[in-house]
């Protein structure tokens, strides 16, 4: 596996976190280039999630080295990192309940040149046009997840973590949510994403790293990734 600190948009080297007292990443090492989608597959428990919230700040304790754009991230608040243009996008999705479409998406400052307007949001959301002043909770699943995406799109972040985003979604909801996956690609974001459904993983990614215990035990690039679903069913319990 290649040296992650070589030439990537993020690089994450030798990563361990906690939660208290609780050991959960033992050693995480991958990259992701500009303008690649990368997605982490393994079981429940193996410290997918805890990664991405590790590369935002947003666990107890970390060490390693978490590089983007050649800045070192750890030891950092989550504030000062979203501010260099990474965003986080939780399974939960976040929304504020209480306020309409149109609150939640411009409630984020813009951290960079090259948040989305409205308008551009709406491009790739239409349906958030057409319930713009719908409170959070009035949405489906599928509308509040797209709410979720379109949110951070406002800040300018190019890195996008997305957790989970197809969790719990109709199989009509997910084509969609590829499809934005693959535009907001197009438009030159880069986009790490927790995916528990690798056949929906395949659909966008350019390369698949498998998590299991809190390590990376493998890398499959997606081309490859036919040739080693049997190798890939072991890993996942599928």
Known sequence: MPDPR?????AVRDLHAWYGE???????????REGEVVTLLGRNGTGK???????????GRR??????????????????IARFGVAFCPEE???????????????PPQVREGGLGLE??????????????SQGTKLSGGEQQMLAIGRILHTGARLLLLDEPTEGLAPVIVQQIGAII???????????????????????????????????IDMIPNA??????????DYLGV
Do not use: C, W
């Open 6 to 10: 070589d030439g990537a948009l993020l």
């Open 22 to 32: 609780s050991h959960i990443l033992h050693g995480v090492s991958f990259e992701v």
């Open 49 to 59: 999630t805890t990664t991405l919230k590790s590369i935002m700040g947003m666990v």
């Open 63 to 80: 060490t390693g080295e978490i590089r983007f754009e050649g800045r070192e991230l750890v030891g950092l608040a989550s504030n000062r």
């Open 93 to 107: 999705r976040g929304i504020f309940a209480s306020l309409s479409v149109a609150e939640n998406l411009q409630l």
């Open 120 to 133: 551009q949001i709406f491009e790739l959301f239409p349906n958030l046009q057409e319930r713009l002043s």
């Open 182 to 216: 693959g535009k907001l690609k197009a438009r030159g974001f880069t986009i790490l994403l927790v995916e528990q459904n690798f056949r929906f993983a395949a659909t966008v990614a350019d390369r698949h790293y498998v998590m299991e215990h809190g390590r990376v």
């Open 224 to 233: 490859e990734l036919e040739s080693q679903l049997g190798k890939l069913h």
